[in-house]
């Protein structure tokens, strides 16, 4: 993935503005904001869900906005709300099976088993109702349920929302072991403290996201954001 220049601003003013990273295959990048600023609209926008109105971006060889339909059956989404929220009355096991069968393309049952084992719930009981599940599992079982389609390219919003500091850390380790096959991920927070927990050269961020300032962070030719103090933001990798 290669995001240069990429804005998006409503009559309301901008939502996000100047987004320039590379990510490459494999890696976790992580992108910061508060509530409110532009984490989810960017997210939908990486993955061909939303169009900019602004800027360059390209996703495995396709270029956004004009391959999107592309774009949209390489990449998935965890939870976000407002659009793919878990729903409290359903069972484990029914979300999975909803999940297979929206997929693209025909799948063996055997696809929710890996789903959930990669992301950290394969002892969970598919019985259990999805209201009485912690915010850790449920977290996770948004990231199962975008796995079960097979993405090359996972986006996760929020990661760090309702979960204290230890489960921060086990939500950051558990996109990060996803990228050891390939999987490119790209998250965004509020709180990165507990990011330290798995950062390594193939994880860049926290990168600060902008609606309109300038000064407060940029993007260096190396691909290393920094703000004002000069404080190096992530690495950044070669182009998919």
């Not at 600023?37 to 004009?66: F, I, N, Q, W």
């Amino acid at each position: 993935m290669h995001a240069e220049g990429v804005t998006l601003t409503t009559r309301e003013g901008p939502v996000y503005t100047g987004v320039d990273f590379t990510a490459r295959p494999g890696t976790l990048t992580v992108l910061q904001a508060d509530s409110g600023g532009g984490r989810s609209a960017l997210l939908l926008t990486l993955s061909g869900r939303m169009k900019p109105t602004g800027g360059t971006l390209h996703v495995d060889g396709y270029t956004l906005p004009e391959q999107a339909r592309k774009v949209r059956r390489i990449s998935s989404l965890g939870l976000m709300d407002d659009v793919n929220a878990l729903d409290d009355r359903l069972r484990v096991r029914e979300h999975l099976s909803e999940a297979r069968l929206l997929r693209a393309r025909p799948a063996a049952r055997t696809v929710a088993d890996q789903a959930m084992a990669a992301a950290g719930l394969a002892e969970l009981d598919r019985q259990t109702l999805v209201k009485e599940l912690p915010m850790l599992d449920r977290r996770r079982l948004g990231v199962a349920l975008a796995l079960v389609s097979e993405p090359r390219l996972l986006v996760v919003d929020n990661v760090d929302g309702g979960l204290g500091p230890e489960h921060q850390a086990d939500m950051w380790r558990s996109l990060k072991d996803l990228t050891d096959e390939g999987l490119t991920v790209i998250a965004t927070c509020a709180d990165a403290r507990q990011l330290d927990a798995v950062s390594d050269a193939d994880t860049q961020g926290p990168l600060r996201i902008r609606q309109g300032e300038t000064g407060t962070e940029e993007t260096t030719a190396d691909g290393t954001g920094t703000d004002e103090a000069g404080t190096r933001g992530g690495e950044r990798g070669e182009q998919a």
